[in-house]
């Protein structure tokens, strides 16, 4: 599941960027996820792309994408 403001940073990036973070969407939890600290997120990079997202037993939520240098502001 991505949350709307997620979905729409996405829908405003270059089409190649916003095709490989889907792509690494959908294999979620495989990638190079981490647990950020002091938080209960998640993050997985794709690139110079982070995805943030929430993960319990059953869903996964998308709750931010940015750049790699903005998105832990």
Do not use: C
């Amino acid at each position: 599941m991505v949350a709307r403001a997620a979905a729409k940073r996405i829908k405003r990036l270059p089409r190649n960027q916003a095709d490989r973070i889907m792509t690494a969407i959908g294999k979620l939890p495989a990638g190079d996820v981490k647990r950020l600290q002091g938080r209960p997120d998640y993050r997985l990079r794709v690139g110079n792309w982070r995805v943030i997202f929430e993960m319990d037993a059953e869903t996964i939520t998308v709750t931010d994408v940015g750049s790699r240098g903005d998105i832990y502001r």
